[in-house]
């Protein structure tokens, strides 16, 4: 299994940005797939994940701003970036959970740099 992201990039502040990652692959049932996030000098931090039965979770600073979906015929999920702040600065990571058999895959970042 691979992940492809794509859609990051530079954005002024209060702008929007869209990331895509998709799943190559065959052979496993997507149970939970998100975005994470690492800003320098700092940890990877969970910012949306959308579970199994599509209900979706957002770290606070994102909520109301951030929106997380997916097609799961295309193994595909999206975080959909709107006011965007500097804060929101970092290398975007995405993440597969499956279920038969049971994993987890990382897909390569993707920059997000919104300037002030």
């Known amino acids: 299994v691979q992940l492809q992201a794509s859609g990051g990039g530079l954005v002024q502040a209060g702008g929007s940005l869209r990331l895509s990652c998709t799943a190559s692959g065959s052979g496993f049932t997507i149970n939970v797939m998100g975005w994470y996030r690492q800003a320098p000098g700092k940890q990877r931090e969970e910012v949306a994940i959308i579970g199994y039965g599509g209900r979706p979770d957002y770290v606070d600073s994102v909520k109301g701003r951030f929106t997380i979906s997916r097609d799961v015929a295309k193994k595909t999920v999206y975080l959909q970036m709107n006011n965007l702040k500097p804060e929101d600065t970092g290398v975007y990571y995405c993440?597969?959970?499956?279920?038969?058999?049971?994993?987890?895959?990382w897909g390569e970042g993707t920059q997000v740099t919104v300037s002030s």
């Open positions: 993440r597969l959970a499956t279920i038969n058999p049971t994993a987890h895959y």
